[in-house]
């Protein structure tokens, strides 16, 4: 199962950007869905969660500047984010994980760059 993450790039700092995350061979409604970071020689850590029910969460960090939402008529996840530092410059990945508790998935990532 593979998830596609895209949006990602180069922005100036201050910049909004929006992430995308779709899957053709999974159902969103089916599974939380979360949004990951991962900073060059940093552990990878979770942004933002949307849970089935609409329900989202968000890491201290990202927390007023960053949106996670979801459209489950088109199978779709974002991550909008807004106010962007520098310090946001990371690899973004999509995860979901079934309500079960079971199955998990990766997105390939997506490189977000933000210039000073």
């Known amino acids: 199962v593979q998830l596609v993450e895209s949006g990602g790039g180069l922005v100036q700092q201050g910049e909004p950007l929006r992430l995308p995350c779709t899957s053709s061979?999974?159902?969103?409604?089916?599974?939380?869905m979360r949004w990951y970071r991962q900073a060059p020689g940093m552990e990878r850590n979770v942004v933002a969660m949307?849970?089935?029910?609409?329900?989202?969460h968000y890491a201290d960090s990202v927390k007023g500047r960053f949106t996670i939402s979801g459209d489950n008529a088109k199978n779709i996840m974002y991550l909008e984010m807004n106010g962007l530092p520098p310090e946001d410059t990371a690899e973004y990945y999509c995860?979901?994980?079934?309500?079960?508790?079971?199955?998990?998935?990766w997105g390939q990532g997506t490189q977000v760059t933000v210039s000073s």
């Open positions: 061979e999974i159902t969103f409604s089916q599974f939380i």
């Open positions: 949307l849970t089935a029910s609409g329900g989202t």
């Open positions: 995860n979901a994980t079934h309500l079960d508790g079971g199955d998990e998935y």
